[in-house]
């Protein structure tokens, strides 16, 4: 089975904690097709725009969804040109 590489990037994750920001955490299950196969857990603080990423790899057309933690996900293809079909 061919594998392809997705990218799942953290956005904001922190807690205020008497006025200081502190880390946090938050759980990503990777889905297929509805159903959990992975998780994926993060600590610490990402106050970054851009965002903390963390590769992986599995089958085409997985999805992701923020379990726990009070933060933004992503979850997108990181190469995507290698994970379309060819075409004649």
Avoid: Q, W
């Avoid at 196969?37 to 969804?65: D, M, Q, V, W």
């Amino acid at each position: 089975m061919t594998k392809v590489t997705y990218s799942i990037t953290i956005h904001d994750l922190y807690r205020l904690e008497g006025g200081l920001v502190c880390g946090d955490e938050a759980v990503v299950a990777v889905l297929d097709n509805g159903r959990e196969i992975h998780r994926e857990r993060f600590f610490g603080k990402c106050t970054s725009p851009s965002g903390y990423a963390r590769k992986y790899r599995g089958k085409p057309g997985l999805n992701a969804a923020l379990i726990s933690g009070n933060c933004r996900m992503g979850f997108s293809l990181s190469e995507p040109a290698k994970a379309a079909p060819a075409h004649p």
